[in-house]
């Protein structure tokens, strides 16, 4: 299969890789989009988006990702569902293998991949969150979905706690389950959940199970499994956040771009440039701090924008 070329080849589907092809589509770049199965992103597991700007009465968020996606083929961006299996940096175009589409190369490469929040893998989890039954991992997105609730927040780090005292401003009680019994949070987040009034503590236990009635897919209570006991007992919630972790899509690069202790890519001070000259990272990829659909999307505008400026300068080799 011969291989297909793009001055700009963006990795990913979400707000970021969308951005970016809107703006290199608009700079006449003609740029590739390449995406795997999850076509969207993170915004596909959630239902209504009520903080994305521009929206006065929310947004359902694959509908926002369909909407991102026709504005970017408009304006002339290649979409192609292809899985990547492997990357060359080593040389320019550099080049990106994939399992069913053969070899793409390009001048620029913009990393848009993404991040995944780590779920417990319970097969009622899954099947209530695809729902939209009250399973969640961000309490940004969610949390006003579950005013007067009484939630369970899994886990025992600084998103944890965060998200616990995020929850509580509409929340009636916030316990969080944790599998230890000493925080891993920063000191400073810990106390500052430890002494909110809405905020209990259940220790040394884990969700086992997540219960609805008879099938409805929403969320009436979660089973605990005391980690010293085995004793399991059945906690009634209103709405569980699973906060153990993201997981950066960053297989790929590893060994071939700069990563963070957490395993995010480096980008270099308020740039999205990598340490590979021509490739730029954007979305949650690069960072682990903010993850909003709304700060993807400006930094995939800026990975557009610096790819666009790095050809100029580059254009004679
Ligand atoms: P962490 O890895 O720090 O914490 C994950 C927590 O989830 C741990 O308590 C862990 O338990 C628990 N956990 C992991 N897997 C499971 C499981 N399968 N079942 C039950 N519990 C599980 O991730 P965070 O997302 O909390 O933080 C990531 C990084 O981001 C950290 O460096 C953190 O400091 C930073 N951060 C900073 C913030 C801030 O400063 N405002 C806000 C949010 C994050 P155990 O402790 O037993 O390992």
């Given at each position: 299969m011969p291989s297909q070329h793009a001055k700009v080849l963006i990795l990913g589907s979400g707000p970021a890789g969308w951005t970016a092809a809107i703006?290199?589509?608009?700079?006449?770049?003609?740029?590739?989009?390449?995406?795997?199965?999850?076509?969207g992103g993170q915004l596909m597991l959630t239902t209504e988006v009520e903080n994305y700007p521009g929206f006065e009465h929310g947004i359902m968020g694959p509908k926002l990702m369909e909407?991102?996606?026709?504005?970017?083929?408009?304006?002339?961006?290649?979409?192609v569902q292809a899985w990547a299996t492997e990357v060359d940096l080593g040389k320019r175009p550099f080049t990106v293998k994939t399992l069913t589409d053969g070899d793409f190369t390009c001048d620029t490469l913009i990393v848009a991949t993404g991040a995944e929040a780590r779920w417990l893998n319970l097969?009622?989890?899954?099947r209530i969150r695809d729902a939209g039954g009250g399973v969640s991992a961000c309490a940004t997105c969610d949390g006003a979905f579950f005013k007067n609730k009484e939630l369970v927040v899994?886990?025992?780090?600084?998103?944890?706690?965060?998200?616990a005292n995020f929850l509580t401003r509409y929340a009636s009680k916030v316990t969080v389950v944790h599998r230890r019994d000493k925080l891993r949070a920063s000191k400073i987040m810990a106390d500052r959940a430890q002494a909110n009034p809405k905020i209990a503590f259940v220790?040394?236990?884990e969700v086992v199970d997540v219960l609805d009635t008879n099938g409805n897919k929403r969320i009436r209570a979660v089973v605990l499994e005391n980690?010293?006991?085995?004793?399991r007992t059945e906690f009634a919630c209103g709405g569980l956040f699973v906060a153990i972790g993201h997981k950066p899509n960053t297989e790929l690069f590893t060994g071939k771009l700069d990563l963070d202790a957490k395993g995010y890519l480096v980008t270099q001070g308020k740039t999205t440039y990598t340490n590979v000259p021509g490739v730029f990272a954007c979305g949650d990829v690069q960072?682990?701090?903010y993850?909003?659909?709304?700060?993807?999307?400006?930094?995939?505008?800026?990975?557009?924008?610096?790819?666009?400026?790095?050809?100029?300068?580059?254009?004679?080799?």
């Open positions: 703006y290199a589509a608009r700079a006449n770049l003609e740029p590739t989009v390449l995406h795997g199965p999850a076509r909407l991102f996606e026709a504005q970017a083929v408009r304006f002339g961006t290649k979409v097969p009622n989890e899954t899994v886990g025992g780090g600084d998103t944890a706690m965060e998200e220790w040394d236990s980690y010293k006991t085995k004793a960072d682990s701090v993850r909003q659909a709304v700060t993807a999307a400006g930094t995939g505008c800026m990975a557009a924008i610096d790819a666009e400026r790095w050809l100029e300068a580059h254009a004679h080799g």
